[in-house]
C-alpha cells in the first residue's frame, strides 16, 4: 500500500478536505480512526452512499459513475472503508470483521446526515454483502437499496464458480491455478497471468486487462492484501474455506428487507444472474436488472444499460 501513504498522514481530526472530501472519525473496538468520504452533487431527496467491494478494495473502480450520475441529478458519496486507500489503515486484524464495517457505516450515515428521507445505500460485490446487512439491522434510516454484483449467499456463490464457471475454463490452465493457490503463491507473476487469460478477461471485466480503464486499474492496484485475505481468502475463484465470510448466507431472511430494492446482475458475471434474479423476487419491494453484456464490472462492460437502470430506480423511488 505504498503508494497510498501519502494521503494518510492525518491528526485524527475531523477535517474538511478540498473537493468535497472529509475524513470522518469512526469508533472502533481497537480504538478511534477516520475514514475518508467524497461528495458529488446536491439533491437534498437522494443521496446515494456507495460502498465498494473488495473487501479491501477501494472507492476509485466506481468513478464510472461520474459519468452518469451528475447529469441526473443525483448527490452521491464516494467512500474508503477503514483499512482502503484514503482512509486510516491501521494494523489490527480484528478489525476487518462484517458486523463492525456495518458499524462503520452506520456512524458515516450519522456523520452525512442522511436518513429515510434522501438515503440511498449501494453495495458492489463485497459491498453488496455490507449493504445487505446494513439494511437488516438499519433499514429505517433507508429510502432504498442497490445490491450490484452479489449474491446473497456465499456457499452458492461458490457452487456456481465450481459447478459453472470453472468446468469452462481450460482444465490444464485450472489445475496449475489450483496448484499455486494450494502452495501459496498467489504472489507469482504467473498466477495473475492465468487468473488474466483464464477468468478476469471473461467474468470480472470483459475486456483485455491491458485496456481496463484508469478507475479499474487504480482499484485494483491499491486493494489491501490483509482485508482481503482475512475475509475473502487468496483465491480469485471463490471464498476460501477458511476466511471469515465463508459461510454468510441471507437468502431466508430478503423477505424482511421491505424498502425498495434494485439487485443488478450480469449475463458473464461471476455472480450467477438467476440466482441473483431469484432473490428480486424474493424481496417484498424487489427488482432486478440484467446487463445481457455485463460482467463483474458491468458498469463498465454494459455501461449504458446499467446506468439506465440504476437512474430509472432512483428516479423512481416512492417518497419516505
Known amino acids: 500500500m505504498g503508494p497510498m501513504s501519502s494521503y494518510l ?4 481530526r475531523d477535517d474538511v478536505l478540498s473537493g468535497g472530501a472529509r475524513m470522518i472519525p469512526v469508533s472502533t473496538p481497537a480504538g478511534r480512526y477516520r475514514v475518508w468520504v467524497k461528495r458529488t452533487g ?6 446515494v452512499l456507495l ?3 473488495g473487501p479491501g478494495a477501494t472507492h476509485e473502480y466506481l468513478e464510472a459513475c461520474d459519468s452518469y450520475l451528475p447529469a441526473a441529478g443525483v448527490e452521491y458519496y464516494y467512500y474508503d472503508q477503514l483499512g482502503s486507500g484514503f482512509s486510516d489503515q491501521p494494523d489490527e486484524p480484528s478489525l476487518w470483521d462484517l458486523g463492525r464495517f456495518v458499524d462503520e457505516v452506520e456512524q458515516v450515515r450519522r456523520a452525512l446526515g442522511l436518513d429515510s428521507g434522501n438515503f440511498v445505500l449501494y453495495g458492489q460485490s463485497w459491498g453488496g454483502i455490507l449493504a445487505t446487512e446494513y439494511a437488516l439491522r438499519y433499514q429505517q434510516h433507508l429510502r432504498g437499496l442497490v445490491i450490484s454484483n ?5 456457499p452458492a456463490y461458490n457452487a456456481y464458480a465450481e459447478q459453472v464457471l470453472m468446468p469452462e475454463m481450460d482444465q490444464t490452465a485450472l489445475a496449475e491455478i489450483k496448484s499455486l493457490e494450494a502452495s501459496g503463491e498467489t504472489g507469482d ?8 487469460e483464464q477468468h478476469y478477461i471473461h467474468h470480472v471485466l470483459r ?3 491491458e485496456d481496463w480503464p484508469d478507475p479499474v ?6 486493494i489491501n492484501p490483509a482485508i482481503y485475505v482475512s475475509m475473502q481468502g487468496p483465491s480469485e475463484l471463490g471464498i476460501s474455506a477458511d476466511a471469515s465470510l465463508a459461510h454468510w448466507d441471507r437468502t431466508a431472511d430478503l423477505p424482511s428487507i421491505e424498502v425498495p430494492t434494485l439487485v443488478i446482475g450480469a449475463a458473464h458475471d461471476t455472480m450467477d444472474p438467476a440466482h441473483l434474479e431469484a432473490m428480486a423476487a424474493r424481496l417484498p419491494a424487489g427488482q432486478y436488472l440484467h446487463c445481457p453484456d455485463g460482467s463483474h464490472l458491468a458498469m463498465y462492460d454494459d455501461q449504458e444499460t446499467y446506468f439506465a437502470g440504476l437512474i430509472g430506480f432512483l428516479r423512481g423511488l416512492p417518497s419516505r
Do not use: T
Request: glycine share 8%; aromatic share 12%.
Open 207 to 209: 475486456l483485455p486487462v
Open 9 to 12: 498522514d492525518y491528526s485524527g
Open 189 to 196: 507473476p504467473r498466477y495473475m497471468e492465468l487468473l488474466n
Open 217 to 222: 486499474q487504480r482499484g485494483f492496484a491499491h
Open 51 to 53: 460502498l465498494h467491494g
Open 150 to 154: 452479489m449474491m446473497f449467499s456465499v
Open 42 to 47: 446536491n439533491n437534498p431527496d437522494l443521496k
